[in-house]
């Protein structure tokens, strides 16, 4: 599956750290780094928030925000130490890593449903009915949350 622009806008795209990366091979994420080393066949290293070294195609070798430290890459993984760049995000010279990878930690954590157990309802569309979104948030398992934006474009 080829992740492009359109497609993004649609997925989720979660903050990860490398050790999470095996867990979204073939799905956008979101990978928050520290530039590491630039090769000369145009992929860079990055430290990940945990520290780990993940590799990066990079499309564009002459994207400003590449010059910053830190930087928040949204990129498809390719594998459990590698990621696709799509866009990146310049986050400055100064960031705290360990508080951002414990961040990640709790959001990925136990205490927050897991990308699979999320149901997304467009009660916009017409064919959503008032059963469906009844249905949808009243949970099958303790592991599942239904999320309906209301009439405001918010969230339930």
Known sequence: MQVTPSSLETQLRPHVNSALLPH????AVNLPCR???FHDN???TVAAADGGH???RVIKVDEP???QTYIDITGKVLNATAIQILAVR???FDLDMKLLNDTISIIHGERFPKNQDVQVLDVSDP???AAQLHR???PTSPHTTAIAPNHTGTTL
Do not use: D
């Open 24 to 27: 979204w091979v073939g799905k």
């Open 35 to 37: 530039t590491a080393k």
């Open 42 to 44: 145009g992929s860079l």
């Open 54 to 56: 993940v590799s990066v």
């Open 65 to 67: 925000a590449l010059a």
């Open 90 to 92: 310049g986050m400055g």
């Open 127 to 129: 064919y959503c009915t």
């Open 136 to 138: 949808s948030t009243a």
